[in-house]
């Protein structure tokens, strides 16, 4: 099956960019998206298809994706965006094959 | 405003079986496939199952095939997880979560989820 590798964790201080990247095999082929998860709180949908954003989040979540590394970028970094980020695919390929990377832990210094 | 509430979660032996609950509002249900995704205590998210719109298509994750069962109400607006011979290793928040996706580019995501309601297995 696919494997979504993310790191364990990323240290930013604040106003500063924060990148949490996702690493799978040929994973710029796929859609990536990206959640939000805080302490106690359902994940919330942060980047869809690689780069989109739903309505509601603010421009400075992004992300990108190519080659074997899917990035979600966070620019000017705020004590409010301390949580965990997880990644997923969709590994059609497979049976269903709906796929989540390990998680990141964002860390606002 | 889209809600998802999921119910039945509690304290159930190895072995038991539990149903979990999901009542939908705010969208039209019929129209969308759903899913529960879990999260067993301190780790990361792990896709359970989902069923397609008319429940034409049910698909199950391999740790739960043959254990658990989906399915859904279009007429009360709920989606269900019977879950039986649970196991220690089932232990976890349930959430219920809608999906959007567009087969022709591979995209399959969810924008939409519950609160989570949790499922512990221990005797």
């Known amino acids: 099956s696919y494997v979504l590798t993310q790191p364990p964790s990323v240290s930013v201080a604040p106003g500063q960019t924060a990148r949490i990247t996702c690493g799978g095999n040929n994973i710029g082929s796929k859609s990536v998206h990206w959640y939000q998860q805080k302490p106690g709180q359902a994940p919330v949908l942060v980047v869809y298809?690689?780069?989109d954003r739903p309505s509601g989040i603010p421009e400075r979540f992004s992300g990108s994706n190519s080659g074997n590394t899917a990035t979600l970028t966070i620019s000017r970094v705020e004590a409010g965006d301390e949580a965990d980020y997880y990644c997923?695919?969709?590994?059609?390929?497979?049976?269903?094959?709906?796929?989540f990377g390990g998680g990141t832990k964002l860390t606002v210094l | 405003e889209v809600q998802l509430v999921e119910s039945g979660g509690g304290l159930v032996k190895p072995g038991g079986s539990l149903r979990l609950s999901c009542a939908a509002s705010g969208f039209t249900f019929s129209s969308y496939s759903m899913n529960w995704v879990r999260q067993a205590p301190g780790k990361g998210l792990e896709w359970v199952s989902s069923i397609s719109s008319s429940s034409s298509y049910i698909y199950y994750a391999d740790s739960v095939k043959g254990r658990f069962t989906i399915s859904r109400d279009n007429a009360k607006n709920s989606l269900y997880l019977q879950m039986n011979s649970l196991r220690a290793e089932d232990t976890a928040v349930y959430y219920c979560a809608r999906d959007v996706r567009r087969p022709l580019s591979s995209s399959l995501y969810f924008d939409y989820w519950g609160q989570g309601t949790l499922v512990t297995v221990s005797s």
């Open positions: 298809d690689d780069s």
């Open positions: 997923q695919v969709w590994d059609s390929s497979s049976d269903f094959g709906v796929v």
